[in-house]
């Protein structure tokens, strides 16, 4: 298993805890256990610099006031896994952006760096000691896509 495995097993184990069943929830809470630690040091590494969430909270702020409005708020679009706002003038964003980013170029270039650095991280393989689950004891309520994300601690029966 490499870490993105884990990733993705910590991110799906974490999905289905709140189902229910004895042997379910001792198997979940059991692999968590044995994933904390690969997961904590993984979040550790992509922890951005302050100098970076200085940068992101300016930004933030710029999109926010650039953004279009409904009844006050700003809206936004999800892509992806993130979600971003929806901006109504975009060249008057740009121009007050490309400042910030000149002033926070380090940060930005310290930022691409460590996320190449950890996208590789991320390839590494790692011995995790999983518990295994009987299929037999997977909860009724649970989706297919719940399924696939913890399929590594799951044991078919024959």
């Known amino acids: 298993m490499n870490k993105q495995d884990a990733l993705n097993l910590w991110n799906g184990l974490h999905a289905v805890s709140g189902l229910k069943g004895a042997?379910?929830?001792?198997g979940v809470a059991k692999n968590i256990n044995n994933l904390k630690?690969?997961?904590e040091a993984l979040q550790k590494s992509?922890?951005?610099s302050?100098?970076?969430s200085e940068y992101n909270n300016k930004r933030l702020a710029l999109a926010q006031k650039y953004a279009i409005k409904?009844?006050?708020?700003?809206q936004t679009v999800k892509i992806g896994n993130t979600e971003e706002y929806l901006i109504?003038?975009?060249n008057k964003f740009n121009k007050e952006l490309k400042p910030l980013q000149k002033e926070y170029q380090k940060a930005l270039d310290e930022r691409e760096k460590q996320m190449k650095e950890f996208e590789e991280i991320l390839k590494e393989e790692i011995k995790i000691d999983l518990h295994?689950?009987?299929s037999d004891n997977i909860p009724e309520e649970i989706t297919p896509a719940?399924?696939?994300a913890v399929m590594p601690i799951i044991r078919e029966k024959k």
Not at 70 to 74: A, D, S, Y
Request: proline share 7%.
């Open 37 to 39: 630690s690969e997961i």
């Open 50 to 52: 302050k100098e970076f």
């Open 146 to 148: 719940q399924v696939t």
């Open 46 to 48: 992509i922890t951005p």
């Open 70 to 74: 409904k009844e006050g708020n700003p």
């Open 88 to 90: 109504k003038d975009k």
């Open 23 to 26: 042997k379910w929830s001792y």
């Open 132 to 134: 295994m689950v009987d």
